[in-house]
């Protein structure tokens, strides 16, 4: 693309009442481009004006100094073939002037941090090159789904009404999963009192006669390679015995001592499944929703379940209640008690709160005379219209609840007692009762990572971040139905508990997500979380050193390794967030429209005056998801910032090569911070673990000052979530008198 730049000032919005408009142009002047001014450049002159300047100059390269890239994404979309960059000059800068827009003069500080956004913003220009979507030779648009349950027959009952050809693959010989054996479903209309026959045999007739429809019963996946648009998938018989489904995972460390023969090859020996089908079959995305089995209660001796006949597992409960009458008197037991009150048992959630409600009106409703169901409990939860039939069964006769401890159940004639303390009645309960039922959490089936098999050097697996307790999700509160495998999508029992209603919402959500990935694939473009990002990350191999950085950090498997070692891209499975080329210490990782070069120069740009020490300058790498968001809505309520500190925008902190730490030290800036997302027990990173890597190499890069001389300090690292919009003037002023309290950098000048 031969580019033909146009750099364009907008003074609406307050920007020309508090900076000086020519010496911003002059800004961009001197880094080599003339700019124009329009009193709104969003406006229908405005853009007219952009236009044609795009008609009569054939400018293909916009840069837009004005309001955040975050708004105003149409009006400065010129269409195919054209470049903008957008100078934020309204929400970090005019915005959080403070007295400045008052005074009527122009702030000296204010009016350099302007310049140096102008100067960034036509140095970005001049480094993006116009990216080329990167699209398959064949793509398959064919659908898998895992599972035949309640989720598994809804996502292909979606999938197929959408157009889509679906194979359904289930190990048991029928359709239907556990809700075959339930005996009611929870109440999914007003007043939301009543229980319901379970929809699933209707369900399970309708996915059967679907011609778009394959179904394969008594089959596993035995494996899942390849990448979204050409998922090549092998199938085994259910329950077969294979010495070998994937490879277990080996790290760089680990191959040079097996190499060394300080360790042995964990993979030694093993052989190949036996395929059903030797050359595998073409999909193009994968829908999981294999389900959940029960928890494991027999941890818990004091309950007697194991050596009491009449203690039984709510599941147990359900198939008996399905098959006959249930007993008069029973005892639904939440949580353990025991030594720590407040402990739930294993996967307890809102479902099993829920489950002992309506196995309660089993109870009463199969014993009109004399049935009692007591609920014991430390957490009832009843989310949402689920808090409609509580409040029924609160008024129910014979259904009795109380919050107590449960401290011990022992065997009574053909029954039990259940012995509890600390009620709300504020006595201790004996109780006799036929039954107990112990209120065993659902365990999703992922936590086995063999159940998908995926042929990924991080593991046949999605628990390689151990964040979810073995759900298979990338990001349990911002993308749903999203895993850490690109193109593969969880619901139902797989990515959280959930009852009917719930599955069947989450299923649909899955589906869309499996058709928008494989439309995606078939365009060239990122699916999630940069929807329609045409980059992807391009190698200079020649300079590869086969240190394996990029392919041990990468968050979802995009990268593999080929037969001799060198990193493998999967660019259909890439999420574009840049950890590979944060990661490469040869920098020969980039995008088109953002790379190494590109971010470093950006940091040049930025003036460094070395006579003032009242000037220190300090570079912010801020990552788009949520801090840069929460900087502009800290804007928006005209919340004053340090003028002293510069906003460079990155993917995710995963994408800050050192380099650029370094670039800016050396450069006399006076000290570097990283604003991105919360991660460990709050973890809310988009791109699963780029801020927690990000963090780690920040304490590397700190004792490399340290050894240089420059107090490690300089450098630091801060989280903040997408609501901490007001918090942020305080963090960063924090640590700008950190950075003055140390004075100026030492080799500032050199």
Known sequence: MDKVYGAYLCTGCGIGEVLDVEGLKAAASETGMEMQEHAYLCGDDGRAFLENDAKEKGVNTFVVCACSPRVMQKEFDFGEGTITVRGNLREQVAWTAGDAAEGGEVDEFLQELGADYVRMAVTRAQKTALPVPYKLESISKKILVMGGGLAGLTAAKEAAAAGYEVTLVEKDAVLGGKALGWRKMFPTAYPYATLEEPSIEQLVAEVSGN??????????????????????????????????????????EQQDQIASGEMEDPNKGMKKYTALNPDGELFGAVVIATGWTPAKVDEFEHLGYGSIKAVVTNAEFEKLAKNGKVPARVAFVQSPGGKDKDQDFPYCNSVTSMVALKQANYVVEDNPEDGQAYILYQHMRTPGNAELYY??????????????????????????????????????????????VLAAGMVPTTLDKAVANLAYRQGPGFSDLDLFDGYADSNFVCFPYETRRTGVYACGGVRKAETMEETIDDATGAALKAIQCIESANRGVAVHPRSGDMTFPEFFFQRCTQCKRCTEECPFGALDDDEKGTPLPNPTRCRRCGTCMGACPERIINFADYNIDMIGSMVKAIEVPDDDEDKLRIAVFVCENDAYPALDMSGMHRNKLNRLVRFIPVRCLGSVNMVWIK????????????????????????????SEIATRRMENIGETLGSLGLEPERCGVREIAISDYDKIPAIIDEFVEEIIAMGPNPFKGF
């Open 391 to 436: 409040k029924a069964m609160q008024s129910k006769d014979g259904v009795y609840m109380t919050k107590g401890s449960v401290t011990k159940v022992e065997e009574s004639g053909t029954g039990a007692a259940v012995s509890v303390e600390d009620t709300l009645l504020g006595e201790d309960l004996r109780l006799e009762v036929d039954m107990v």
């Open 663 to 690: 670039d800016a030290m050396s450069a006399g800036m006076d000290g570097a911070l990283l604003l991105g997302c919360k991660y460990g027990d709050d973890y809310q990173c988009h791109f699963a673990k780029g």
């Open 211 to 252: 011609a778009k429809i394959t179904i394969k019963t008594g089959t596993e996946v035995a494996r899942v390679a390849g990448a979204p648009g050409q998922f090549n998938v092998t199938f085994k018989k259910a329950g077969e015995k294979t010495e070998w489904d994937a490879p277990a995972r080996v790290t760089v």
